[in-house]
């Protein structure tokens, strides 16, 4: 990677472009390589009943279009990828006279594992790759590979002719079929979080006074163990705020509503005077004491996050 940094280059999907603008720029990436010495390669990827089907064609000015297919069961998509990724790099640097290599891609982030230094389960494939580009790469300071991104659902034309031949492509597996090591724990994960969510959904564990809040799409945020799981990302990285969220989501907080429960010969009307019983409701939506923030939607944890820094004093167990 030292060595070659010029020699590989990864051109990402510009989410706020438009549609018809980025298939124009991998209209003109065709065109600007339409001669016999790049190798155009425009991969798909599809799984459907655990059997994972691959398609590459590979393009060449004066030569014919091949296509290849992969097809496999029980592997996660990545390792699925990553394999495919070998195969097709590896015809392309095999060809006579290639001086660049183009891949297409609807998986860009198994292409960049390629060049990932860090240990994980599939670094056999990247490391085979890598030594079949450092090969190609010293046969002329000019040879170079790109990658670019394509989403299926820009369906430009070359990636819908993949996608085409991918869905017609019929393979019935022969059983008993091998599960890869990958797919056993991407199996188990997946239950296990299943199980969770269903527990979070129907169990009483959580508490009676549990907050459900939405994500961002306004849909009821659900377990996951994925950067810390959806509230540790949205609070993690500050303990007094994690504390108060805390606190406030499982209305353990030494409010007015938990002094009626708990310490009944307290007082648990609220200092604002306005209001007979101190709940969370009216501290999150009415109280004056904390009117530093306002938006109507504090049912969603990012707003919610937004009113407890802006009312530092709400939600602190005094
Ligand atoms: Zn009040």
């Keep these: 990677m030292d060595i070659f940094s010029n020699c590989f280059s990864f051109n990402l999907f510009d989410k706020k472009e438009k549609d018809n603008i980025c298939a124009q720029e991998l209209d003109n990436l065709v065109l600007s390589n339409s001669t016999p010495s790049s190798a155009l390669i425009v991969t798909d990827t599809s799984i459907k009943n655990n059997i994972t089907t691959l398609i590459a064609h590979v393009h060449q000015a004066d030569s014919p279009l091949i296509k290849t ?16 990724m070998r195969c097709d790099i590896n015809q392309a640097c095999n060809k006579d006279n290639i001086l660049k290599i183009v891949v297409i891609t609807d998986s860009i982030h198994s292409a960049k594992r390629i060049f990932d230094s860090s240990l994980y389960s599939l670094q056999s494939h990247s490391a085979a ?27 430009w034309r070359f990636h819908k002719d993949v996608n085409k031949d991918s869905k017609l492509f019929k ?12 797919f056993c724990k991407k199996t188990d994960s997946n239950d296990i979080v299943n199980q969770w969510k269903m527990c979070f959904q129907v169990s009483d564990g959580k508490g009676n006074s549990f907050l459900d809040l939405l994500n961002n799409d306004y849909n009821i945020i659900e377990p996951s163990y994925i950067k810390g799981g959806p509230w540790l990302q949205a609070f993690g990285h500050s303990n007094s705020l994690c504390t108060r969220t805390t606190q406030a989501i499982t209305n353990h907080v030494l409010i007015g509503e938990y002094r009626l429960r708990f310490f009944t010969n307290k007082n648990f009307s609220c200092p604002c005077n306005e209001y ?9 939506h009415e109280c004056r004491r904390f009117n530093r923030y306002w938006n109507p939607r504090r049912d969603s944890l990012s707003h919610f996050i937004m009113f407890l820094t802006l009312n530092p004093k709400a939600f602190i167990f005094d």
């Design 69 to 84: 297919v992969h097809h496999t069961v029980f592997v996660t998509s990545s390792k699925a990828e990553l394999f495919a």
């Design 276 to 284: 007979p019983i101190e709940t969370r409701r009216h501290i999150l």
């Design 129 to 155: 790759i890598l030594s079949k580009l450092r090969l190609f790469f010293n046969k002329s300071q000019n040879n170079s590979i790109e990658f670019w991104e394509c989403p299926s659902r820009l369906k």
């Design 171 to 182: 393979s019935t597996p022969i059983f008993p079929c091998k599960t890869s090591w990958d």
